[in-house]
């Protein structure tokens, strides 16, 4: 397979996957184009590699560095921005792992704190009660495990993972 093929290939592949997570499907595009490119890329090589549009692609890079996911990068002489992606892949899944946490299980570990105990009897009381208190314990070790990952190094995980499988 030729280099341009596999490139094409992997952001395509990068690009689903990214979906499935409820990641922007352009957005994860970009960050692969980002992760192969041996450079730094303008927004017109971005989009003239991915054949997308200039508000796509800058909305897109935009998120990308709010998720911090990619730098902008400056270089002498140019006016143009550069963005370049992290090569670590072990730090990228870090960063996707700290986001995900902030904008998907804080918030709903607040919800579930300020809903936790209703107050009143009843079966629909008690049994509204028992299953926050459930959601509640079950999305507080998601987010210690998360926290671990996140502050984890390479072979932490991977002794988890195989002490998981045995």
Known sequence: MELEEAKAKFIQAWGTLGSSWG????MSQIHALLIVSVDPLTTEEIMDQLKISRG?????????????LITKELV????????QAGKDIWQVARQIAKERKRR?????????????EVKGTGAEVDEFNRMMGELEDFTGKADTTLDKFIRSDEN????TLLTLMK
Do not use: H, S
């Not at 002498?76 to 963005?83: D, N, T």
């Not at 998907?104 to 936790?116: R, Y």
């Open 23 to 26: 990641i922007n499907r352009t």
């Open 76 to 83: 002498p002489g140019e006016r143009k921005e550069y963005f």
């Open 56 to 68: 796509n692609a800058n909305m897109n890079v935009r998120a990308l560095m709010d998720w911090g």
């Open 156 to 159: 932490w995980f991977y002794k």
């Open 104 to 116: 998907e299980v804080e918030p709903i570990l607040e919800v579930l704190d300020q809903v936790k």
